[in-house]
């Protein structure tokens, strides 16, 4: 079938370049500064980093300063350093090989595989959507009073902005992003520099100690362990890792000079490491709220709806200048503001890593603007029929329903994310696929194993409790013993993929190294 044929068809088969449209279409200038080489770099750390300051990592945050003060500030500082890690090695994989994570896996694995993986991250995609579905359509009922059955058939409409962005050029893309980026940020700032924590306390937060991770005391249901697993969940998300390897791509590279290569991982990093530490701001800002904005115990409903009304309320307050403020309703609206902001951009970077996976994995690409219709689609029907069967039962049920969906659609992660962190490692440890100048160092490895081995714990450790909570709050004990029954027989589940997906990618390598072999 002829180009011209291709050109009229909505899906089709495609085993090229990651993001061809935009693959190589920045161009960098040379022998110029340090700041207008890295500013020439900016962009594609932004696209990652709004995956760690999306929605779901909202209510998690807040909840654990309200219940456990500074104690778990040291998990976001070391969920983020972690996210430092895993982008760069991601980064690097995507410029070193020419081939985003979800190819260079597809290429090591057989076609079997290759669509289990596909399906596993479209339903981690699928659970971050889901958030944003909901965060949009409170954010939309908050601020103009539209019905949350209607406000969720308007995030639909948001395919429409996606595609008037496509036809203004990638960097503008970047540039949208950064700015909303910068919404949140001051709306964040603005709060707490109101509050004016105690820095002291916030200071030693930053230091772990055997409380951070302890399984009591038990405050709102939650303990120190659950808050940090939490926190870890909703920060390190996998559809960054492929989104990222993917977007490094997108500068324009001279292949055939190693030098060029390093340069474009070096500001890669830098950028990379930059936004992130933007994120890392936000996540503590929401955690700083959750101590010092409100007054301790005030926050009864950690959902969206709790959070705002409690920012409208001067008694939730902790200090005569927030309950000044309060009362006029700028801190509430502010909240609703940086919530529709934060939907805004997760959609932008979800559809692109969309487009990703399913052209990685099953090499099949579709238009943007359908791709993001049959995702957002698919992500509406659960919100959707949560809103139409409860808003007859009153709006504490509702609104109770739709945090509820929120925070166990976000189960999926727990299974995606071992199987995006260990390809990348095994890929980048790789002399093979890197190239012996670019293949990670012995400490890159050693801590990138530690990583990797840590958060899979946490996150199959976590995993009973995150099923338990699908039986509601006053589940019984048979549901209980049934829901960790569940939850074992996915872990067996989840070890046996990762082992055939270890096994896999080690047979691949070691033919493409055989091959490589042969040509020298």
């Given amino acids: 079938m002829n180009n011209h044929e291709n050109k009229h068809k909505w899906i089709e088969h495609t085993n090229g370049l990651s993001l061809s449209e935009v693959n190589g279409t920045v161009k960098v200038p040379k022998g110029k500064s340090f700041f207008r080489t890295l500013l020439a770099y900016s962009g594609p750390g932004a696209l990652v980093a709004v995956g760690y300051m999306d929605p779901g990592n909202w209510s998690t945050s807040i909840t654990g300063g309200q219940n456990f003060q500074y104690l778990l500030m040291s998990v976001i500082l070391m969920s983020s350093l972690i996210a430092m ?141 659950t808050g940090a697993l939490g926190i870890i969940g909703a920060t390190v998300m996998p559809h960054n890792l492929y989104l990222h390897s993917a977007v490094s791509q997108t500068r324009e590279i001279d292949r055939k000079d190693p030098e060029d290569i390093a340069r474009a991982v070096r500001f890669s990093t830098w950028d990379s490491n930059i936004q992130l530490t933007m994120a890392f701001v936000v996540n503590a800002l929401l955690l700083i709220m959750g101590v010092a904005v409100f007054k301790t115990g005030a926050v009864q409903d950690p959902s969206f709806f709790g959070l705002y009304e409690a920012l409208s309320d001067p008694s939730a307050m902790s200090n005569g200048v927030l309950i000044a403020v309060a009362k006029s309703g700028i801190l509430s609206t502010l909240f609703a503001v940086a919530l529709l902001a934060s939907g805004q951009n997760s959609t932008i970077t979800g559809t692109l890593t969309g487009q990703v996976i399913m052209e990685g994995f099953i090499h099949m690409r579709m238009p943007i603007w359908l791709r993001r219709l049959v995702t957002r689609l698919l992500s509406v029907i659960p919100v959707l029929l949560c809103v139409l069967f409860t808003s007859s039962k009153g709006t504490i049920e509702e609104h109770t329903a739709l945090n509820n969906l929120m925070n166990e659609s976000q189960v999926f992660l727990a299974f995606a994310l071992p199987f995006s962190m260990i390809p990348l490692l095994m890929m980048t440890n790789s002399q093979a696929e890197m190239g012996a100048r670019f293949k990670n160092s012995l400490i890159v490895k050693i801590l990138g194993w530690f990583s990797v081995i840590s958060l899979t714990y946490l996150n199959l450790r976590g995993l009973p409790g995150q099923i338990e909570a699908f039986f ?31 096994v896999d990618l080690y047979k691949g390598n070691k033919r493409y190294e055989q091959r490589l072999q042969e040509l020298s």
Avoid: H
């Fill in 85 to 225: 890690l895993l982008q760069y090695m991601a980064a690097k994989l995507g410029i070193v090989s020419q081939m985003d994570l979800a190819q260079a896996i597809r290429a090591r694995t057989s076609k079997t595989l290759g669509v289990i993986l596909w399906i596993l991250t479209e339903l981690a995609i699928m659970a971050t959507d889901i958030a944003e579905v909901i965060g949009a359509a409170i954010a939309l009922y908050l601020l103009f009073d539209i019905p949350l059955a209607i406000a969720v058939f308007i995030t639909v409409l948001d395919v429409f902005v996606l595609l008037l962005l496509t036809k203004i050029g990638f960097r503008k893309i970047e540039a949208l992003v950064v700015c909303l980026i910068f919404v949140i940020l001051f709306v964040f700032v603005y709060q707490v520099a109101l509050s004016n924590p105690d820095w002291s306390s916030l200071f030693k937060g930053f230091i772990p100690n055997s409380q951070t991770f302890a399984e009591e005391p038990k405050i709102g249901g939650e303990t120190p362990l």
């Fill in 472 to 502: 509601g709050d006053q589940a019984s004990t048979a549901s209980i013993v049934l829901a960790d029954r569940i939850a074992y027989i996915i872990i067996v589940a989840v070890l046996a993929l990762l082992a055939w997906t270890i």
